[in-house]
Nanobody
């Protein structure tokens, strides 16, 4: 049984920082692409950041480039999202996703096979 469990969400003031973690079990974690998506109320789920299976390549949405950093530790079966300079518009439920995804599809939620339950991030102004 595959499980992805996010943690680290919470409430932070604008300009602050938060770190999210996503721990995987029951899955060949080390061989798959990982990504973070987010979904705000009334909006579609959107791509935030992605990382290749060995961490050699990372990808970011323009809205978070320079502020967020995605990384992974395959030995711990965990992927991370370090978020800095947070803005109120970053408020959303953040989800981690995993799967055998190609670079061309890394930003497409339908390309991912496994999803976590989500963790709320709220940025106050």
């Amino acid at each position: 049984q595959v499980q992805l469990v996010e943690s680290g969400g919470g409430l932070v003031q604008a300009g602050g920082s938060l770190s999210l973690s996503c721990a995987a079990s029951g899955y060949a974690f080390s061989m798959s692409t990982k990504a973070w998506f987010r979904q705000a109320p009334g909006k579609e789920r959107e791509f935030v950041a992605g990382i290749s299976w060995n961490g050699g390549r990372t990808y970011y949405a323009d809205s978070v480039k320079g502020r967020f950093t995605v990384s992974r530790d395959n030995a711990k079966n965990t992927v991370y999202l370090q978020m800095t300079s947070l803005k109120p518009e970053d408020t959303a439920v953040y989800y981690c996703a995993a799967g055998p995804v190609t670079t061309a599809s890394i930003a497409l939620p339908e390309a991912y096979r496994y999803w976590g339950q989500g963790t709320q991030v709220t940025v106050s102004s």
